[in-house]
């Protein structure tokens, strides 16, 4: 760990994009040395997919910012609203949706280094830009400590 401060201006900030999603990246492991990142959600749309699944290492923090969402937390379903925070341990199955139009979720990941790289590698899946098969699909996932439930 540095014992320097390290300043991150909006402008340095990155993010990707999808047709219903935007990411900003405040900060990944990197910049802040340790291993925890940074990062928000805006979600234009609702869905009914909340994809179900767990880490083995990283422990997930979310924060509605505006809006509302569902979360599936071990077999159950909360509403959470702004301001409202869910801490997720590893190996807590868990997924998540946004319940109305223009919901953002601010996210802070521990354990896991530049999972940045697994918010852009999902972006091209949903845009289209890479097409894996189910089993490329997958392999991507846990390469990013994200497993899947069926």
């Known amino acids: 760990m540095s014992n320097k401060a390290t300043i991150i201006r909006s402008a340095e900030k990155k993010g990707t994009t999808t047709a219903n999603s935007e990411y900003t990246f405040h900060f990944s492991s990197y910049p802040a040395h340790e291993n925890i990142s940074l990062y928000e959600g805006h979600f234009k749309n609702t869905s009914d997919n909340k994809l179900l699944h767990y880490h ?3 422990t997930e923090i979310f924060t509605v910012l505006e809006g ?3 979360f599936s937390l071990a077999g159950e379903e909360y509403i959470l609203q ?3 925070t869910i801490i997720i341990p ?3 199955v868990h997924g998540f949706r946004a319940k109305l139009p223009n919901s953002s979720l601010q996210f802070v990941s521990t354990n896991i280094m530049n999972r940045e790289e697994f918010f852009r590698g999902l972006a091209k899946i949903i845009n ?3 097409v894996f098969n189910d089993e490329e699909l997958e392999a991507f996932y846990n390469s990013h400590d994200q497993y899947s439930v069926k």
């Open 90 to 92: 590893p190996l807590v």
């Open 128 to 130: 289209g830009e890479t």
């Open 56 to 58: 083995k290492l990283m």
């Open 68 to 70: 509302e969402f569902f």
């Open 82 to 84: 702004p301001g409202d």
